[in-house]
Protein backbone atom coordinates (compact mmCIF):
# COMPACT_ATOMS: atom_id res chain seq x y z
CA UNK A 1 0.00 0.00 0.00
CA UNK A 2 3.25 2.23 0.70
CA UNK A 3 4.37 1.25 -2.15
CA UNK A 4 1.36 2.62 -4.41
CA UNK A 5 0.88 5.72 -2.52
CA UNK A 6 4.34 6.40 -3.20
CA UNK A 7 4.07 5.76 -7.21
CA UNK A 8 1.24 8.60 -7.07
CA UNK A 9 3.82 10.99 -5.88
CA UNK A 10 2.13 10.98 -2.42
CA UNK A 11 3.94 9.79 1.00
CA UNK A 12 2.46 8.05 3.58
CA UNK A 13 1.19 9.68 6.96
CA UNK A 14 3.77 10.02 9.22
CA UNK A 15 1.41 8.35 11.88
CA UNK A 16 1.04 5.16 9.77
CA UNK A 17 -2.75 5.00 9.91
CA UNK A 18 -4.18 2.93 7.28
CA UNK A 19 -7.74 3.83 7.53
CA UNK A 20 -8.59 7.70 7.96
CA UNK A 21 -11.59 10.01 7.37
CA UNK A 22 -11.53 11.63 3.73
CA UNK A 23 -9.17 14.32 5.41
CA UNK A 24 -6.63 12.11 6.91
CA UNK A 25 -7.50 11.91 10.76
CA UNK A 26 -8.09 9.53 12.84
CA UNK A 27 -11.32 7.55 12.70
CA UNK A 28 -13.35 7.86 15.87
CA UNK A 29 -14.17 4.98 17.60
CA UNK A 30 -17.83 6.30 18.34
CA UNK A 31 -18.09 7.37 14.26
CA UNK A 32 -16.90 3.23 13.61
CA UNK A 33 -19.50 1.83 16.14
CA UNK A 34 -22.64 4.62 14.88
CA UNK A 35 -21.79 3.24 11.31
CA UNK A 36 -21.91 -0.61 12.61
CA UNK A 37 -24.71 0.19 14.25
CA UNK A 38 -26.56 1.14 11.11
CA UNK A 39 -25.45 -1.70 8.96
CA UNK A 40 -27.08 -4.12 11.96
CA UNK A 41 -29.69 -2.14 11.80
CA UNK A 42 -30.26 -2.22 7.76
CA UNK A 43 -29.40 -5.83 7.43
CA UNK A 44 -31.99 -6.40 10.21
CA UNK A 45 -29.87 -8.29 12.62
CA UNK A 46 -29.46 -7.40 16.77
CA UNK A 47 -26.86 -5.14 17.70
CA UNK A 48 -24.04 -6.17 18.97
CA UNK A 49 -20.76 -4.02 19.82
CA UNK A 50 -17.81 -4.07 16.89
CA UNK A 51 -15.86 -6.29 19.28
CA UNK A 52 -18.06 -8.47 19.95
CA UNK A 53 -17.47 -9.54 16.57
CA UNK A 54 -14.57 -10.83 17.15
CA UNK A 55 -15.73 -13.46 19.89
CA UNK A 56 -18.41 -14.26 17.21
CA UNK A 57 -15.73 -15.13 14.75
CA UNK A 58 -13.68 -17.19 17.51
CA UNK A 59 -17.01 -18.73 18.53
CA UNK A 60 -17.37 -19.95 14.73
CA UNK A 61 -13.75 -21.08 14.46
CA UNK A 62 -13.93 -23.49 18.02
CA UNK A 63 -17.66 -24.71 16.04
CA UNK A 64 -16.17 -25.55 12.77
CA UNK A 65 -13.17 -27.11 14.62
CA UNK A 66 -10.27 -24.84 13.69
CA UNK A 67 -7.49 -25.75 15.79
CA UNK A 68 -6.66 -23.09 18.56
CA UNK A 69 -3.41 -22.30 17.37
CA UNK A 70 -5.30 -21.05 13.93
CA UNK A 71 -7.48 -19.43 15.33
CA UNK A 72 -5.21 -17.57 17.32
CA UNK A 73 -3.59 -16.33 14.00
CA UNK A 74 -7.01 -15.04 12.74
CA UNK A 75 -8.07 -13.64 15.42
CA UNK A 76 -4.33 -12.10 16.18
CA UNK A 77 -4.12 -12.94 19.63
CA UNK A 78 -0.78 -12.85 21.00
CA UNK A 79 -1.34 -15.15 23.62
CA UNK A 80 -3.02 -18.72 23.24
CA UNK A 81 -4.88 -18.36 26.67
CA UNK A 82 -6.58 -15.44 25.00
CA UNK A 83 -7.78 -17.58 22.04
CA UNK A 84 -8.64 -20.63 24.70
CA UNK A 85 -10.58 -18.47 26.94
CA UNK A 86 -13.48 -18.21 23.56
CA UNK A 87 -13.09 -21.90 22.79
CA UNK A 88 -13.97 -23.31 25.95
CA UNK A 89 -16.61 -20.74 26.22
CA UNK A 90 -18.20 -21.75 22.76
CA UNK A 91 -17.56 -25.40 24.19
CA UNK A 92 -19.94 -25.10 27.13
CA UNK A 93 -22.65 -24.56 24.48
CA UNK A 94 -21.62 -28.29 22.93
CA UNK A 95 -21.13 -29.62 26.51
CA UNK A 96 -24.98 -28.63 27.07
CA UNK A 97 -26.03 -29.82 23.84
CA UNK A 98 -24.09 -33.15 24.31
CA UNK A 99 -25.75 -33.44 27.58
CA UNK A 100 -29.05 -33.18 26.38
CA UNK A 101 -28.84 -35.83 23.45
CA UNK A 102 -26.47 -37.98 26.23
CA UNK A 103 -30.13 -37.40 28.44
CA UNK A 104 -32.48 -38.84 25.20
CA UNK A 105 -30.16 -41.17 24.87
CA UNK A 106 -30.19 -42.68 28.01
CA UNK A 107 -34.36 -42.34 28.43
CA UNK A 108 -34.54 -43.96 25.00
CA UNK A 109 -32.78 -46.92 26.60
CA UNK A 110 -34.75 -46.53 29.85
CA UNK A 111 -37.95 -46.78 28.18
CA UNK A 112 -36.71 -50.14 25.77
CA UNK A 113 -35.61 -51.95 28.75
CA UNK A 114 -39.08 -50.77 30.91
CA UNK A 115 -40.82 -51.96 27.60
CA UNK A 116 -38.84 -54.94 27.34
CA UNK A 117 -39.34 -55.96 31.14
CA UNK A 118 -43.13 -55.11 30.60
CA UNK A 119 -43.64 -57.33 27.64
CA UNK A 120 -41.67 -60.16 29.19
CA UNK A 121 -44.19 -59.82 32.28
CA UNK A 122 -47.19 -60.42 30.35
CA UNK A 123 -45.77 -63.07 28.63
CA UNK A 124 -45.00 -64.44 32.35
CA UNK A 125 -48.63 -63.51 32.96
CA UNK A 126 -49.75 -65.43 29.86
CA UNK A 127 -47.81 -68.69 30.42
CA UNK A 128 -49.45 -68.87 33.63
CA UNK A 129 -53.08 -68.46 32.31
CA UNK A 130 -52.50 -71.34 30.09
Given at each position: ?????EQT??????????????????????????????????????????????????????????????????????????????????????????????????????????????????????????
Amino acid sequence: MRARLEQTGRTWPPDGLVFTTRSGRAIEPRAVSRRFDARCAKAGVRRIRVHDTRRTCGSLLAALDVHPRVAMQILRHSKIAITMEIYTMAKAASVLWSREHMLMAVTELHTRATIDRLVAALAHIAKMKR
